[in-house]
């Protein structure tokens, strides 16, 4: 069983025009210092929870974490893995914040010696200069993921990005001089707009600094944002199905020719340097995040903080986990969220770590719906009775998840073990 910690820094110079992520722009300086200050104190909290101690939970939040434990029978963990800086935009802080967020998590919570540990970044200088990336370096941090996007300057601007593609390649270029051995670029396709001649030239430009692993993902209209309101009003045209799915495949011809494997639906790694963080969500580990808007899954729960700064605070000020919501998850909620994660690995869902979770293996839950999936060609068996998507059903991907939702399967906790109990209909 194994933790991440995942580090919510919810500022940016400016909010983008697709963004629906907590994060605030134009924040003053003593706005960022209180929420430096409150972060602090939420990961001293965590580490008094997970040393068993008692704590007051929000609304219905977690009541006792217990030493990384999980539930009975399983391993606990007995450090965090990975920790992982995200936004927002985390270099909007300076060096000393970053530094002293970092000194606390080490001094405060229990870390692997190796634990990988990644700051997201945007490549615009005023966030990100020479002398942080060698602060940062040198204090441990190992990884940089750098929100590259598009090598198009007006596909940049239409976004609402506050870099150039030049400042990208000057970014990468710094980290390399930091001494980052590890560099992430995030990119974005079926923009608004967009050719597939753009997206391949964006696509080779990012070749060319030679990076470890790229995260490639469509662009979501999502609701609330500027893009959607656009969307809607006819003011901005998506990219057809068809040119999507041709910039899809474009990806995943040209990046493992350059080395970079696909492990996960949209990400892509040289071998050895897949991003054992986001690999905790995908292999439906735990994390535990702090910070506003924060999600959190230890053992069976799952927990969202607060997503303003206003309740955040004020929850930590009174010594209260900022628990906006907190659910117990039954087994048919953990069983189809380890099955929708563990699908998106090229590597398939572990057959062997499902029944040492749930003590019954997949055929047992879902044989006929795996059955008509193999059969169809979309799914196939992989050694020790797990499964993955085939390269028919990958770009279908949600709609082969959605076959696993329903009908569910109804599974009842029997002290550790576990017992099915199928509803009428199923089989
Ligand atoms: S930089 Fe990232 S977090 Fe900040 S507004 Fe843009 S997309 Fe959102």
């Not at 396709?189 to 995260?215: C, D, K, N, V």
């Not at 959605?402 to 017992?419: I, M, W, Y």
Request: hydrophobic residues 40%; glycine residues 10%.
């Amino acid at each position: 069983m194994r933790a991440g910690l995942y580090v919510h820094i919810p500022f940016c110079r400016r909010k983008c025009f697709y963004c629906d992520f907590p994060a605030f722009s134009g924040r003053r300086p003593g706005a960022v210092f209180r929420y430096v200050q409150a972060l602090r104190r939420e990961i001293q909290m965590v580490a008094e929870a997970l040393s068993g101690g008692d704590y007051p939970a929000g609304r219905s939040g977690p009541e006792r974490a217990g030493a990384l434990a999980g539930e009975p029978g399983r391993e606990p963990a007995r450090a965090f893995s990975s920790v992982y800086f995200g936004g927002g935009t985390p270099t909007y802080l300076d060096t000393d914040q970053l530094i002293t967020l970092l000194e606390t998590i080490r001094e405060t919570l229990p870390l692997e010696e190796d634990a990988e540990i990644t700051v997201e970044a945007n490549p615009d200088p005023a966030t990100l200069t020479p002398e942080k990336l060698q602060a940062l370096a040198s204090c441990g941090v190992n990884r940089l993921s750098l929100g590259a996007q598009s090598w198009q300057n007006h596909h940049l601007r239409a976004l609402g990005r506050d870099h150039t593609a030049e400042q990208t390649e000057e970014a990468a270029a710094k980290a390399r001089a930091a001494g980052f051995a590890n560099l992430n670029l995030d990119l974005m396709y079926a923009l608004p707009g967009q050719t597939l001649g753009e997206w391949q030239r964006t696509l080779e430009r990012a070749l060319a600094l030679s990076p470890e692993h790229i995260s490639a993902y469509s662009l979501i209209y999502e609701e609330g944002t500027p893009f959607h309101r656009w969307l809607q009003g006819g003011r901005i045209r998506p990219v057809d199905e068809e040119e999507e799915r041709a910039m899809y495949d474009l990806a995943y011809a040209l990046l493992p020719q350059a080395g970079l494997e696909p492990y996960e639906i949209s990400n892509f790694a040289r071998p050895g340097y897949e991003s054992r963080h986001n690999l905790l969500y995908w292999q439906y580990e735990n994390w535990w995040g702090v910070g506003v808007g924060a999600h959190s899954h230890f053992a069976n729960r799952r927990w969202r903080n607060w997503t303003t700064l206003d309740r955040y605070e004020a929850a930590v000020a009174q010594g209260i986990l900022p628990v906006a919501e907190s659910i117990e998850l039954s087994l048919e909620d953990e069983m189809v969220e380890m099955i929708l994660m563990g699908l998106r690995l090229a590597q398939g869902l572990d057959g062997g770590a499902f029944h040492e979770r749930f003590g019954v293996t997949l055929d047992e839950v879902y044989g006929p719906i795996i059955d008509r999936l193999v059969d169809g060609g979309f799914l196939a068996r992989t050694a020790g009775g797990g499964l993955r998507l085939t390269g028919e059903g990958r770009p279908v991907g949600n709609a082969i998840f959605a076959e696993f939702l329903d009908p569910v399967p109804v599974f009842r906790r029997n002290g550790s073990a576990t017992r099915p109990v199928l509803r009428g209909g199923f089989r």
